[in-house]
């Protein structure tokens, strides 16, 4: 469990991205970190400007943390995040 990071989502932001992060492939070995506590230390990285080595141990290794944004950077799935909050956005604020 990680400390209060101003960065931070609370769970009611999270239940709102959940679902456009991909799942785990079947037949692989399960995932052993929680995709929130992930997704967590990458706004850390990106709020607090810290290289991923300076990312504090409470989080995941940063080299799990730098995989997983890689990968979802190259996926398309932090697209896929953009979009759907930019149309949140639209929709709450006309």
């Known amino acids: 469990m990680t400390k209060a990071y101003r960065s931070n989502l609370t769970w009611e932001q999270w239940e ?11 037949g692989g070995r399960p995932r052993k970190l929680a995709l929130f506590a992930i ?3 990458i706004l850390y990285i990106l709020c607090e400007g810290c ?10 290794p940063w080299s799990t943390v730098y995989g997983y ?4 950077s190259k996926d398309g799935t932090w697209l ?8 949140w ?3 709450e604020w006309h």
Do not use: E, M
């Open 89 to 91: 956005v639209r929709v």
């Open 39 to 41: 997704v967590n230390a």
């Open 16 to 26: 709102l991205i959940a679902d456009l992060f991909p799942q785990a492939k079947p």
């Open 51 to 60: 290289t991923w080595r300076g990312l504090p141990g409470d989080f995941p």
């Open 80 to 87: 896929k995040v953009h979009d759907q909050l930019y149309q």
């Open 69 to 72: 944004f890689w990968r979802w």
